[in-house]
């Protein structure tokens, strides 16, 4: 794959055979950003689970303390007073079959579904469109929920939901470049943290097998796990 220069130039910053600490290596995330908009800092986990296996597929959700940066839409659907509920919580769309319908004609102008577990028989039909994109509600990640005014509000104070690939790598947002070391470092241990106490009790040895920290196309820098959660 062709680089551009300032990509390669970006890259001869970063030491590809040394694991950074955590500090410097957001450091070098923010000083390595080569795009002209505020660039997304991301980490990506890679884990040494099988998420083949029920027991070690784990999923979750996390409020990050700074937030993401980005504003998510969130679609809420329910029934009757829980829809004033959701409207004052500040979601962005409420409904019930009349949004369905609309899922189910092409519509995707949000980014997370909350709903009702009255609601899950009807979504549940979409399984198959709504799966792939990610955006199915799940108990696991507090997205199905009769308390929906509380589901709005911590999507909107910045939470994220982790769940592995297929060969067992979580990549997550931490923050903007705008954010600074000091609260991209606070959302990256409040993540480390969340995964090792979602650690499966089945793993054997060493449960992180690497870590790295990256802006919108930027090079990716190493990460020495045990120093994120100093």
């Given at each position: 794959m062709k680089r551009g220069k300032k990509y390669v130039e970006a890259a001869k910053l970063v030491d590809k055979s040394k694991a950074y600490n955590a500090k410097?290596?957001?450091?070098?995330a923010i000083k390595t950003s080569t795009?002209?908009?505020?660039a997304t800092v991301d980490v990506v986990f890679r884990l040494n689970i099988d998420p083949r296996k029920a027991e070690q597929n784990i999923r979750g959700a996390i409020v990050?303390?700074?937030?993401?940066?980005?504003?998510?839409?969130?679609?809420?659907?329910?029934?009757g007073a829980k829809q004033q509920e959701a409207q004052?919580?500040?979601?962005?769309?409420?409904?019930?079959?009349?949004?369905?319908?609309?899922?189910?004609?092409?519509w995707f102008d949000f980014d997370v579904i909350v709903a009702t577990p009255d609601m899950m028989g009807q979504l549940g039909k979409l399984g198959r469109v709504l799966g792939p994109k990610g955006l199915m509600p799940n108990p696991k990640t507090g997205t199905v929920t009769m308390d929906v005014a509380k589901?709005?509000?911590?999507?909107?104070?910045g939470?994220?939901?982790?769940?592995?690939?297929?060969?067992?790598n979580i990549q997550l947002p931490?923050?903007?470049?705008?954010?600074?070391?000091?609260?991209?470092?606070?959302?990256?241990?409040?993540?480390?943290?969340?995964?090792?106490?979602?650690?499966?009790?089945?793993?054997?040895?060493?449960?992180?097998?690497?870590?790295?920290?990256?802006?919108?196309?930027?090079?990716?820098?190493?990460?020495?796990?045990?120093?994120?959660?100093?």
């Open positions: 410097e290596a957001l450091e070098l795009v002209k908009f505020d990050l303390p700074n937030g993401t940066g980005k504003t998510q839409k969130v679609l809420v659907l329910c029934r004052e919580a500040g979601a962005d769309y409420v409904g019930e079959a009349d949004m369905i319908n609309k899922i189910n004609q092409g589901a709005v509000k911590e999507i909107k104070a939470k994220v939901e982790y769940r592995p690939d297929k060969v067992g931490i923050g903007k470049v705008s954010f600074g070391v000091e609260k991209l470092a606070e959302n990256f241990k409040t993540i480390y943290d969340a995964l090792i106490k979602a650690r499966p009790s089945t793993i054997k040895g060493s449960y992180i097998k690497n870590v790295s920290v990256a802006s919108t196309m930027g090079p990716g820098v190493k990460v020495d796990s045990e120093t994120i959660a100093k």
